[in-house]
């Protein structure tokens, strides 16, 4: 297998989620790394930690903003002057339509939606969830290079044993309609904490909160942890909270190291996007509530009086 990950990154730092696709890749042979963008050959060392043994820069500010054709073009050039077999991608809105427009360039087979990978006698195996998330299907490919994506969370984006990477410039040719959209203009959500997605301790609320200003019990006991916050579809559907929250089937799949549930049942289609958390803590009042079933930790109490006490005693300790 010769394989290659492409990196996201945000500013000047790499994507959670792509360093985890290419740990997870370095345990099943050599992989490359390839980041593109402006000045994003600074972060080429910061990818070998992770288990790249070559990384494949890109560097142009003409790249900066994220737009995906350009980048086709940079990684069908990568894929062919470097024979690689399969290429890796974690889960975005710009990682998506990378691996999309390059799977019909390359004229490549593309699994999405993926949650694990393995290496079968020689070949290589996707595994996806189906039926609601309840199975895992083994997926393959009949030809190569193999495409892959991968749901975000699904592996942990732990610094391997990776010490120095190659770092190899590439100078790609740019189809003419690569470089026909453009961005006009760019709106940064303000948050004060992490992002879901790279929060290490998530706090989510779900209709037990009881009414949509009670989620400043989740947001005060998220910033005393250092935390995100979550939401279930029922509350984000009740325009509680907003979707970008929104964790399960049809919203994120995370895997932080610490989920605190407060008020949330449980349901199947929530369980799906956290049950790979680390540790678990639920605060429901129902002693029946699914959640307990699958939970490290379980409080049978009422939010309204646990979760204050709870974040005036995590303050106590942090300033402690
Ligand atoms: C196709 C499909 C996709 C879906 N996708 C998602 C998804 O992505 N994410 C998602 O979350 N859901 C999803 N759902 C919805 C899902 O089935 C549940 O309806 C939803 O997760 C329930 O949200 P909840 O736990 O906030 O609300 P509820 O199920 O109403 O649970 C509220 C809980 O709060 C407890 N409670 C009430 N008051 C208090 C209190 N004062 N203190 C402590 N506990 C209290 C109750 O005992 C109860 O267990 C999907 C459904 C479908 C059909």
Redesign the pocket.
């Known amino acids: 297998m010769n394989t290659v990950v492409f990196v996201e990154h945000h500013g000047n730092e790499l994507q959670k989620g792509s360093l985890g696709v290419l740990a997870k890749a370095a345990q099943l042979g050599d992989v490359s790394a390839v980041l593109i963008g402006g000045g994003v050959k600074s972060l080429a060392s910061e990818a070998a930690k992770y288990g790249a043994k070559k990384v494949h820069v890109a560097e142009d500010d003409s790249l900066e903003p994220p737009l995906p054709q350009a980048r086709v073009d940079v990684l069908a050039k990568v894929v062919q002057d470097g024979g690689y077999d399969t290429v890796l991608f974690a889960n975005s809105v710009l990682a998506a339509d990378i691996a999309a427009g390059l799977a019909a360039r390359l004229d490549a087979g593309l699994n999405w939606d993926l949650v694990d990978v393995e290496s079968r006698d020689g070949n290589l195996v996707g595994k996806r969830p189906a039926l609601?998330d309840s199975v895992l299907v083994d997926v393959g490919w009949k030809t190569t290079p193999r495409l892959a994506l991968f749901r975000a969370g699904s592996f942990d984006a732990a610094p391997t044993d990776g010490g120095e990477a190659e770092i190899l410039d590439v100078s790609a040719e740019f189809e003419e309609h690569s470089r026909s959209a453009k961005v006009v203009d760019h709106e940064q959500e303000q948050s004060s904490g992490p992002s879901i997605e790279d929060a290490d301790i998530i706090v989510a609320g779900?209709?037990?909160l009881?009414a949509p200003e009670n989620f400043t019990l989740a947001e005060e006991l998220a910033r005393a942890l250092g935390g995100a916050v979550g939401a279930?579809?029922?509350?984000v559907d009740a325009g509680w909270y907003p979707y970008a929250a929104?964790?399960?089937?049809?919203?994120k799949v995370v895997s932080p190291k610490l989920y605190v549930a407060l008020?949330?049942?449980?349901?199947i289609?929530?369980k799906v996007?956290m049950q790979s958390s680390n540790v678990i803590v639920a605060?429901?009042?129902?002693a029946n509530?699914p959640i307990f079933e699958f939970s490290d930790l379980g409080v049978v109490?009422?939010?309204?009086e646990i979760v204050p006490k709870l974040t005036e005693l995590v303050k106590q300790r942090k300033g402690a």
């Open positions: 609601q779900g209709r037990g009881g279930t579809r029922a509350v929104q964790i399960g089937q049809t919203g008020g949330i049942s449980g349901a289609q929530h996007g605060i429901n009042k129902d509530a109490g009422d939010v309204h």
